[in-house]
């Protein structure tokens, strides 16, 4: 079965920049369309970014588009979030997860993902 395992997050100081990562072991990555979500303290998770299982295709949250970037790598089984731009409000768990079938599209809800890592932490604050 697959593991995914965040990393990439800590303390950040507002306007500034972050790469998270989500390298997955023991299953198939390169089919299957990824997402990162986010949960901030005292809030439900919300979806941040998903891409395709080719990588050509994203969807963003609207809280983040235009400042986050998602990208993967099929050859290193690897995800990543590029985040500018950064703000308080973005202070949250950022978890990575692997939908449930193969070949999804993007606009799929958190119920669509099955496999989930166990989250980093991004605090933005000065």
């Known amino acids: 079965q697959v593991q995914l395992v965040e990393s990439g997050g800590e303390l950040v100081q507002p306007g500034g920049s972050l790469r998270l990562s989500c390298a997955a072991s023991?299953?198939?990555?390169?089919?299957?369309?990824m997402a990162w979500f986010r949960q901030a303290p005292g809030k439900e998770r919300a979806f941040v970014a998903a891409?395709?299982?080719?990588?050509?295709?994203?969807y963003y949250g609207s809280s983040v588009e235009g400042r986050f970037t998602i990208s993967r790598d099929n050859a290193k089984s690897t995800m990543y979030l590029q985040m500018n731009s950064l703000e308080p409000m973005d202070t949250a768990v950022y978890y990575c997860a692997r939908q449930t079938r193969p070949f999804g599209g993007t606009r799929l809800g958190p119920n669509q993902y099955d496999t989930w890592g166990q989250g980093t932490l991004v605090t933005v604050s000065s």
């Open positions: 023991g299953g198939t990555f390169s089919t299957y369309t």
């Open positions: 891409i395709n299982w080719s990588g050509r295709e994203a």
